[in-house]
């Protein structure tokens, strides 16, 4: 079941809305944010700043808080012109990439 959608994050105050893998399915669920922003590194969802997730890197390159995207427009508040969805996820029928800087 989906508690929150990812973008626009519909959490309440200080609650950010992560999203969750469980058995192949993504879901967004409200939990307590962090302090760490976009691009910074994290160990769990709880490190990263509402309106962020954090993402383990396939390349090896570690973990990071990441925005979530539906589109280059939700990107715009971190000067990102980019909604990278080949890293993304799908979320109660809908695909979520990753603000990503290119």
Known sequence: MI????????????QGCHIITMSGESYGDCIAAGTSAASD???????????????????GGGSGCVEPCRTAA?????????????????VDGVDYGVCFAQ
């Open 41 to 59: 590194s994290c160990a769990v969802d709880t490190d990263c700043v509402a309106g962020t997730t954090c993402l383990t890197m396939s390349n």
């Open 74 to 90: 939700d990107c715009a508040n971190l000067n990102i012109n980019t909604c990278d969805t080949n890293m993304g996820w799908v």
């Open 3 to 14: 508690d929150c959608t990812p973008s626009p994050d519909n959490c309440g105050t200080n």
